[in-house]
Nanobody, 124 residues
């Protein structure tokens, strides 16, 4: 069983930065590919970023590439999402997810475990 707990969300202004964390309660964290997804009100959940088991390989959604950075600390069993130059359209609930594969996939159906989400609100 893998439990994921996100933190770091909040209310910020456009142009600000925010760092999300996802703490995993599992000894197999380094065996999991990880991803960040988000869901805005009235919209489907979308892929934000993914990272391979080792952290060497990363992938980003088109709308966040060049602004967001995903990284992980396998010793601390923690996944991060550094979000810079935030825009109002980044407002959403952000979820981390774990996949028992080597590389992260953009499809949410590929993920086996999910956190409860953390709210990010960006005001204009």
């Amino acid at each position: 069983q893998v439990q994921l707990v996100e933190s770091g969300g909040g209310l910020v202004q456009a142009g600000d930065s925010l760092r999300l964390s996802c703490a995993a309660s599992t000894l197999i964290f380094d065996k999991l590919a990880m991803g960040w997804f988000r869901q805005a009100p009235g919209k489907e959940r979308e892929f934000v970023a993914g990272i391979s088991r080792t952290g060497v390989s990363t992938d980003y959604g088109d709308s966040v590439e060049d602004r967001f950075t995903i990284f992980r600390d396998n010793d601390k069993h923690t996944l991060y999402l550094q979000m810079n130059m935030l825009k109002p359209e980044d407002t959403a609930v952000y979820y981390c997810a774990a996949d028992v594969r080597i590389y992260a996939q953009p499809a949410e159906s590929e993920y086996d475990y999910w956190g409860q989400g953390t709210q990010v609100t960006v005001s204009s």
